[in-house]
């Protein structure tokens, strides 16, 4: 049975920083992506990365901010949130089993993890 599990998320002060991870059980994927939706707005795609030959893709509002590093031996990918902003607050999700920017092309989901930025 194929489960992500997020955690990481938390309250944090514009411009901070924090660090999520996905761990990944019961399968392997060749990619790995973040979501994330706040209050009222559709899931949005923020990154992905893939397993094997390390390449990455970012939203154009969190390129140069995030980032999506992995550690393969530990099956877990993470996005690692910096200079944030209140508009990044929302609940982030890991997904696997696509590589595409929207999120009706996956299967598999983790439970989410909140991350609010306080102004």
């Known amino acids: 049975q194929v489960q992500l599990v997020e955690s990481g998320g938390g309250l944090v002060q514009a411009g901070g920083s924090l660090r999520l991870s996905c761990a990944a059980s019961?399968?392997?994927?060749?990619?790995y992506s973040w979501f994330r939706q706040a209050p009222g707005n559709e899931r949005e795609f923020v990154a992905a990365?893939?397993?094997?030959?390390?390449?990455?893709t970012y939203a154009s509002s969190v390129k140069g901010r995030f980032t999506v590093p992995r550690d393969n031996a530990k099956n877990t990918v993470y996005l690692q949130v910096n200079s944030l902003k209140p508009e990044d607050t929302a609940v982030y999700y890991c997904?696997?089993?696509?590589?595409?920017?929207?999120?009706?092309?996956?299967?598999?989901w983790g439970q989410g993890t909140q991350v609010t930025v306080s102004s």
């Open positions: 990365i893939s397993w094997n030959g390390g390449t990455t």
């Open positions: 997904a696997a089993g696509s590589w595409s920017t929207r999120a009706r092309g996956y299967v598999y």
């Open positions: 019961g399968g392997t994927f060749s990619s």
